[in-house]
């Protein structure tokens, strides 16, 4: 069974950093290009990131480009968003996601976490 | 940026009515769409891929047609367990992007 555990969000002032994690399992992780989505009643659902199996390409909207750092450990089944400069509205519930392929072009999320919550606010 | 436009935004319905759900997106995304359901507090589940394609364990009173601009999403035959918010989202290229949801409420 695929699980997606998320962890690290919390309340943070504007301007402020935060590395959230995700632990995976039931699949084979380095399989697989990992997706980071938010999702905020006002702005409904965000794609915020994605990274292949190897962990050699990345991509970002251009919300986060610069600010975000997507990352993965294969050897602990483990994807990473590192979050810098961050705004009021960065708030929102952040989802780990599979896809369904290896390479950076497998877009298509099949299976998500549940979420980790993170507020910014002074 | 594909612009996602779902519609209705809500839908009141009944136990056992048939109902449809369109997206629409802004250019061609041939069949590179996803649908997914969202129950309150809970994260999304995968229901359709490539605009037609059931996932596995998804009832076959789903399911989804179109290609191009064009989406829809149909239930046959409402069942309580349907209750819930439906997106849409293209894969086709990056930036993914989703539509801004349509919420099935009980009449």
């Known amino acids: 069974e695929v699980q997606l555990v998320e962890s690290g969000g919390d309340l943070v002032q504007p301007g402020g950093s935060l590395r959230l994690s995700c632990a995976a399992s039931g699949f084979t992780f380095n399989k697989h290009t990992m997706i980071w989505v938010r999702q905020t009643p006002g702005k409904g659902l965000e794609w915020v990131s994605s990274?292949?199996?190897?962990?050699?390409?990345?991509s970002y909207p251009d919300s986060v480009r610069g600010r975000f750092t997507i990352s993965r450990d294969n050897s602990k089944s483990t994807l990473f968003l590192q979050m810098d400069s961050l705004r009021d509205e960065d708030t929102a519930i952040f989802y780990c996601?599979?896809?369904?392929?290896?390479?950076?072009?497998?877009?298509?999320?099949?299976?998500w976490g549940q979420g980790t919550l993170v507020t910014v606010s002074s | 940026d594909i612009q996602m436009t779902q519609s209705p935004s809500t839908l009141s319905a009944s136990v056992g009515d048939r109902v449809t759900i369109t997206c629409r997106a802004s250019?061609?995304?041939?069949?590179?769409l996803a649908w997914y359901q969202q129950k309150q507090g809970k994260a999304p589940r995968l229901l359709i891929q490539q605009g037609y394609i059931l996932q596995g364990g998804v009832p076959s009173r789903f399911s989804g047609s179109g290609s191009g601009t064009e989406f829809t999403l149909t239930i046959s035959s409402l069942q309580p367990d349907d209750f819930a918010t439906y997106y849409c989202?293209?894969?086709?290229?990056?930036?993914?992007?989703f539509g801004q949801g349509t919420r099935l409420e009980i009449k």
């Open positions: 250019q061609n995304i041939n069949r590179w």
């Open positions: 996601a599979k896809s369904d392929c290896e390479t950076i072009g497998c877009k298509l999320i099949d299976y």
């Open positions: 990274i292949d199996g190897r962990g050699d390409s990345t």
């Open positions: 989202q293209h894969y086709n290229d990056y930036p993914l992007t």
